[in-house]
């Protein structure tokens, strides 16, 4: 079984075990109006259940492919009698990066505010586009990174990266045959602004709106979940940030604009 699919069949038990236990709690009931009533209730929290989990699976699984590549490319450093140290940190790091994703499972159904900080953007964008690096160059696509230093913004850092994680694997996939990626952030007053620019195979108008939408993926037969955007626009507007995406259409690249408090 692909890990994919052995991952949402996983999601998949687990909703079904929620359902069998929720359902064998509320049989007994008798007063129909509120059994309407808790129904509802726990079709909500069943249905928060599951976009976490999708939510979850998401984020896990693109840690886990750079892991792998990243593992191909140290094996293949040492078969040329090599040092693979640094692949291994990258691995380390990414290994990392999975566990925090699963322990912060909870972060997805609580109400609770993310917990912001300041944080300075270039270091942050700088390391996400570094841990694509190697599918960028695979893919031939060329990388521009113009983000000047003193840039700070309120944030949690791990959840900023997700979304960069998020936008620069959409673009990725948006160029299958190489192109450009431009990574850019400026000052705008009270706020900082992060563009991701792709020269990839763009979007139609009609479509733009709705892209946001849980599962409204253009990719499905690539294995496209359409949770990406999101996931992205849920920690952003935890942010009291924004996500916008823009396209001239068809063949005309994408841009996609990050809106941040600063701190
Ligand atoms: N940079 C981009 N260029 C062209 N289309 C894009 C871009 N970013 C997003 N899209 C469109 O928006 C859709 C939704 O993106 P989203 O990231 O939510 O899901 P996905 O990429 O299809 O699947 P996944 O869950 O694997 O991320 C994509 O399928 C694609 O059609
Ligand atoms: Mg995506």
Redesign the pocket.
Known sequence: MEPKHFLLALAALALGAALGHAYGRRRPRTDAALADEERLAWLQRLSTIGQMMSGVV?EVRTPLATIILTAEHAQRVLDKGGDPRAQLTAVSREADRAVEILSDILDFAKPAPLDLKPVELAPLLSSSLEALKIRFTERGVDTSFDVPAGIRVKGSERHLQQVLT?LLI??L??MPFGGRLALAAESAGASARVTIT?T????EPARLKG?FEPF????AEQG???????VARWIMNKHGGDVA?SSEGIGKG?T?VVTLPAA
């Open positions: 998401h998020v959409n673009a996939d948006a792709d990839g195979v763009g979007i892209l409204a993926t253009g990719r496209g979940t359409g949770l990406g955007l999101n995406i994408t996609v």
